[in-house]
Nanobody, 126 residues
Framework: QVQLVESGGGPVQAGGSLRLSCTASGRTFSGYVAGWFRQAPEKEREFVAAISWNGGSTPYSDSVKGRFTISRDNVKNTIDLQMNSLKPEDSAVYYC???????????????????WGQGTQVTVSS
């Protein structure tokens, strides 16, 4: 069992930056894959970025590629999402997710993940 807590969300103007952090507790995090997802009002949860257990694979959604960067620190048990050049359409609740199962499912699929945080709100104003 692992618990995930997101932080770093808040209001920001378009073109600005935010850094989200997901802190894991309960177990050693190094064997877990992790991802960031987001959900805007009345929309489905969508994939943002993911990272393999050793950081060797970092897929991104097309909508954030080149603007967002995911990283992990397996000593600190954190997964960070650096978000630059933010747009109003990036506004959403951002969720961190993690899983330690061996699976062939893509990291972009929400059902790939067992553990989820409570989310942190990001609001980008124009």
């Amino acid at each position: 069992q692992v618990q995930l807590v997101e932080s770093g969300g808040g209001p920001v103007q378009a073109g600005g930056s935010l850094r989200l952090s997901c802190t894991a507790s309960g177990r050693t995090f190094s064997g877990y894959v992790a991802g960031w997802f987001r959900q805007a009002p009345e929309k489905e949860r969508e994939f943002v970025a993911a990272i393999s257990w050793n950081g060797g694979s970092t897929p991104y959604s097309d909508s954030v590629k080149g603007r967002f960067t995911i990283s992990r620190d397996n000593v600190k048990n954190t997964i960070d999402l650096q978000m630059n050049s933010l747009k109003p359409e990036d506004s959403a609740v951002y969720y961190c997710a993690a899983d330690n199962r061996i699976s062939s499912w893509p990291l972009s699929r929400p059902s790939r993940y067992t553990y989820w945080g409570q989310g942190t709100q990001v609001t980008v104003s124009s």
